[in-house]
């Protein structure tokens, strides 16, 4: 099965990829928006307040100014300390004050590093035209009169490019000492007469709010850090957005492919439940099988020895009958017609007879062998192949000292096996290396082996008369001989072929016809380390 | 061989039985013979189920075929050999069968010997002389009366 997805889901996928990035988009715009709103609300609060608390600073002086020195002013005039027509800004205008105090202020802010803030005590009709409001302003001065419950204005704007933050609060309202300086001119003091020519400053109305103070402080620290936050959260939602995504997709992924393996189980299962039943069935035929041909085998044997041995007593008496008449006086012609049937009918029939028979009895014993062959109980060992090898090269000791034959035995990896159906099995591949020997040449035989895979493949090849292609399958055939000449009952090569299916092994030829002919048997290989 | 001697052949088959016998002729063995057809005859001869049955306290050889209806081979040498009457006569089984499983019963058994009758005819006739002399050689016991 094609692992990750399937045909026909790739489209649904792209969709999902596409709603997923929408949902994670938006969610993170919104979380932007949300986080960008509040951080900057946060920020911008810290900002305000210390710009707040400045402004009540300032307001506190100029409370002090009204509140304390021009009271204590008026006192020492009062008391003729002072002159009546003294004035002097410095000393009495709390805006003066504060305006020069901030200057100071600010040279101290960037002694230490600060950027300085920015100050305005911004009037309609101011006495110093620096203080004049401009039309934001205005419009600020009119709010705080008609609404005296606001006690600050606040807001960001824009100067030149940079944002501000700027905090203006209401100046006092016009009190009655104020007057002195701010009512008519003509009763104010002759020195602030003379210095402030103009009307400016003057004819204010009594608890009129006259003028804002206000503070105007630049962002870009405060924005920094919103951008930071922001950015860290941003950065922290999108993480979890992708993780999210990508949990769902592994998810989905997972699932599908559980489903698609619980389905292949079922299909393996099921084709495991069908091969059982087949393998019960072909056990039973098997059975079956072997059964009759033990039966068979058997029950022929019986009527085969009576044929065999009655023929056999034929001979024997037919010849006692020749000695009789040769012996006797017989008539010529009668002994002319008695010769052929004495000397040729009789024993030629005799003969093909024997010989038939004895050829049944092997066909017989053969079929027995085999059937023997299914019946009989394995032991699966390890097996030692150089000493199994070693003993059936010995069985054949005579054969091959007879025919002068060189045998090579290589040092052999063990296998797994029954002792006695593998030592079969080579008796019969290293019987038929020596039998199918080339009349022409001398004959070499090796004998070798090595490990592939999980097999033990042994080879036993000779260069004898060889098995064109064509027959090679048929060798392993029942009862099949290549060589009709050569003594043996074609059964050598099926008796190997069965007891490899039997042990889980392999047998398969390599040949060139009146050359050499390979034989290699395949067998598990041992599961124990080999030294 | 003691003459008195009985040979007793339980074979099912008629020409088998006739090549024994025309065998223990050629070797010169002229003791009697009486041929059973089933394990069933045999044992009714032994036990004198049968008329004639056995004669206590004659000495008889039984040459046994495994093969057989109604009462087959094994089972009648298991009878023979638990019976302590019958239990000292020899029995040679003759049979077609080389199955070592079967082989290995029969010893077990306790027949004296075994053997496979060789469709090879001329190893037949030495098995079966080898036989002949086998009976000449051994004193067979008498067997115990009752």
Redesign the interface.
Known sequence: MATGVRPGETGSLKIQVIRSVVICCLVMLAVGSVGYYFSQAYVLKQAEKNITNLLLSHKGIHHYVQNTMLPAYKKYQDAGEIPSTFYAPELLSSSYIVRVQHIFYNEERQAAGLPPLYYKLAANNPRNPVNKADDLEKKLIEMFNEHREMKSYRDIIEVNGKKNLYIAIPFLENQARCMRCHGKREDAPKELQARYPGQGGFNEKLGEIRAITSIRSPLDREYTDIAIIVAVVFTGVLTLGIFFFFNGQLRSMVKQRTVALEEEIEVRIQAEEALKQVNNELTAKNKDLEQILYVASHDLRSPLVNVQGFSKELSRDFGDLCATLNGEAVPPALRDQLTPLLEEEIPQSLNFILNSVTKMDQLLSGLLRISRLGRAALTITDIDMNALMSQVVADHEYLLQEHNIALDLLPLPQCRGDQVQIDQIFTNLLGNAIKFRHPDRPCRIKISGEVTGDSAVYCVEDNGIGIAPEHQDKVFEIFHKLSPEIEGQGLGLNIVRKILDRLGGRVWIESAAGQYSRFFVALPRTKTRQS | MNSEVVILIAED?E??AM?IR?NLVRAKIANPIIHFKDGQEVLDFLYQRSKPGRVPGAAYMLLLDI?MPRVDGVEVLRQIKQDPNLSKMPVTMLT??D?PKEVANCHELGCNNYIT?P????K?VKTVEQLGLFFSVVTVPHLNGG
Not at chain 2, 119 to 122: A, G, K, P, V
């Open positions: 088959d020409g088998h090549l025309k093969r077609t069968t199955d009758k469709i090879e005819y001329d037949f």
